[in-house]
């Protein structure tokens, strides 16, 4: 008899292998993938790969470190989803700023639903820059969001009056961004064909034409080939991500409560759209710190909405470098099999 191996009597270095390819589905700005995995016998590394961080467009590095958060999210969900406690310790090493965190398995754990539904939403996760339904949010639907946004870390939903000061804040951002040449350039690569392989946004995944929003969608210079209806987001809600302080641990947590949030939105039916050039430029960075009444530090502009179902069908898949240039296994006793594993 054929013997399957279940999740009990898998090593904690399958799991670890799951848990990086897993989190390589997460999103980040302009597809990215500023991260790099350290798979070890006893534990997976993180790391911030600066190669791939935006010097213009991000150059603190706020973004890059977000994206990396929700990436840190969608390992520990997988790791959950299959039967382990985790701990995680943020920025362990003082001397290595980009050593952004470690993940242990500590023990088994009951699997939950929510677990599931979760590590199911990792595989299904995409960003749609269509214009969302008409339909309003359920009240049930943004409480589950915001819920699991506040897990990890604070989401502020912004009122009807706030929304409008995004939307000026959001002009005078792409305006900045326009006259900028290196962020210019900067968006030309990462959606340009000399893009590295693997990375970026693709023609597909970007409107064929502006969309009609209410806060303008960022500006990506050139149109892609997604068709877009004549819809308009009135329905749409906006939302701060923020918190305490505006460093790297911060940045990390709020990556993590991002990924919450979106996976939650996902396996409910929902659409979410970062916004992140509002954050980047300064003066803007001021509004988003005004709108949230000193609350707390802007870290990303979120908006949230009923995916459309008279968009047809959801947009290409952006794509993801192969798992052998961001998931390093060569901590593992050699030969190690799996980073010849596909996606998944
Ligand atoms: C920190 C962060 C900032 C982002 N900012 C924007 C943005 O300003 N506009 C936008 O359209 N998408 C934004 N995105 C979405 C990414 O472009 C998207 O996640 C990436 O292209 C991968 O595609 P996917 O989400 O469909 O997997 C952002 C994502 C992250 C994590």
Redesign the pocket.
Known sequence: MRHQTTAVDRPPAVAYMDAATVAC?????????PWRWRVRPDGLDLVADRSRQLVAGDPQG???V??CG?ALHHARIELAADGWATQVTRLPAANDPDLLATLMVNGRAPVTMEALRLAYATRI?????RPVSERPIPDVALQAIAAAARAEGNLHVLTSENVADLGSAACRAAAVEAGDAQIAAELTYWTGRARLSGT??PAG??PDHPTQTTVP??D?GRPGTLPVGAGHDWAAVYALLFGDGDDPRDWLRA?EA?SAA?LTATTIGMSV??????VEVAGTWHTLRRLLANLGHP???LRLGIADPEQHGR?P??P?LPLAQVVDTSAMPAPHPLTARGPK
């Open positions: 589905n997460a999103p980040s700005i302009l597809n990215t993938q706020r973004q890059m977000l994206s929700a996760r995409h960003t749609d820059r970026g946004l995944v970007l969608s960022r990506f990556g991002l979106w759209v970062p916004l992140s050039g509002v870290y990303l502009a947009p898949r952006t993801r």
